[in-house]
């Protein structure tokens, strides 16, 4: 994607998360709506039928809307959550729906005075190995740090932490590849 496209992307993401963070503060919902917005996710990374209605420039607004219209009320999720969804496809957004739900949890983290940290790890993190990354993270943030964890067994051991505009890769396949290149320098 081309960084003018990027970047214009999570201008509108911003936007729209912004707006529908000040929704759910005015409607004491806050923690609701995140738990919807995650069920989303979950739907979206596991769909390839949803990722292409919110990706697909093919589909019309109508289509978005009448398609999200029957998935918010299968998926009973918030109102909130349901009446933004509708709006964002009829406006033609869809697309920028995982920048969205990414922008509103760096939003809410940040009204609870906390962080928020992106982990890509090779396999689930155990309750130990979790409450130990978030305590690290937090003497490094100086804040209490919560946690997107995305499973990515590509990386084949260590973890990938993106916190703010700081990234800390340990995965095996970054030093794999590293040694790679070290090698053919050598050679």
């Not at 932490?161 to 340990?170: A, F, L, W």
């Amino acid at each position: 994607m081309p960084v003018a496209t990027l970047s214009r992307t999570s201008q509108v993401a911003s936007r729209y998360a912004g707006s529908l963070y000040e929704l759910a503060v005015d409607a004491k919902a806050v923690a609701a709506v995140e738990k919807s917005l995650g069920e989303i996710e979950t739907m979206i990374s596991s769909s390839a039928d949803l990722q292409r209605l919110i990706e697909s420039p093919v589909f019309s607004a109508d289509e978005q809307t009448a398609a999200i219209s029957a998935l918010v009320t299968k998926a009973k999720l918030h109102p909130l959550v349901s009446n933004f969804l509708k709006v964002v496809a009829g406006n033609r957004r869809l697309f920028a729906v995982p920048t969205i739900i990414s922008a509103f949890r760096d939003i809410a983290a940040e009204g609870r005075g906390e962080v928020s940290a992106d982990v890509t790890v090779s396999q689930a993190l155990t309750a130990a190995q979790t409450k130990e990354l978030k305590a690290t993270l937090k003497s490094v943030a100086g804040k209490d740090v919560t946690l997107n964890v995305s499973v990515d067994p590509s990386i084949l051991g260590g973890l990938i932490v993106k916190m703010g505009s700081r990234q800390i890769d340990t995965s095996l396949k970054t030093k794999l590849s590293s040694l790679k290149i070290s090698l053919k320098e050598v050679g």
